[in-house]
Nanobody, 124 residues
């Protein structure tokens, strides 16, 4: 059973940065497609960034491209999301997700394993 545990969320001011971490157990991340999603109150869960664990291909949502970077550490079986230039609109619960079928898609329907989420709050 694949399990995901996120960490690194917090409260920051606009233009600040955070690094979110997602420790994965139950499978080697090189066998997985991994993604970060976020959900703000009253809004749908939105795909932020996805990485193919084997080949490193990445895909980003339009609203975060150029500010957020997804990466992985195979030795730690961990995927990261570096978030820079944060805006109040980035405030949300951020979720890590994984799936053994590597669609490399931002659609939440393509991911079967999810973490519990970590809150990111950005103040102006």
């Amino acid at each position: 059973q694949v399990q995901l545990v996120e960490s690194g969320g917090g409260s920051v001011q606009a233009e600040g940065s955070l690094r979110l971490s997602c420790r994965i157990t139950g499978d080697d991340i090189r066998n997985l497609c991994m993604g970060w999603f976020r959900q703000a109150p009253g809004k749908e869960r939105e795909g932020v960034a996805v990485v193919d664990g084997r080949y490193g291909y990445t895909t980003y949502g339009d609203s975060v491209r150029g500010r957020f970077t997804i990466s992985q550490d195979n030795a730690k079986n961990t995927v990261y999301l570096q978030v820079n230039g944060l805006k109040p609109d980035d405030t949300a619960v951020y979720y890590c997700a994984a799936d053994p079928i590597r669609f490399n898609s931002l659609s939440k329907d393509n991911f079967r394993y999810w973490g519990q989420g970590t809150q990111v709050t950005v103040s102006s």
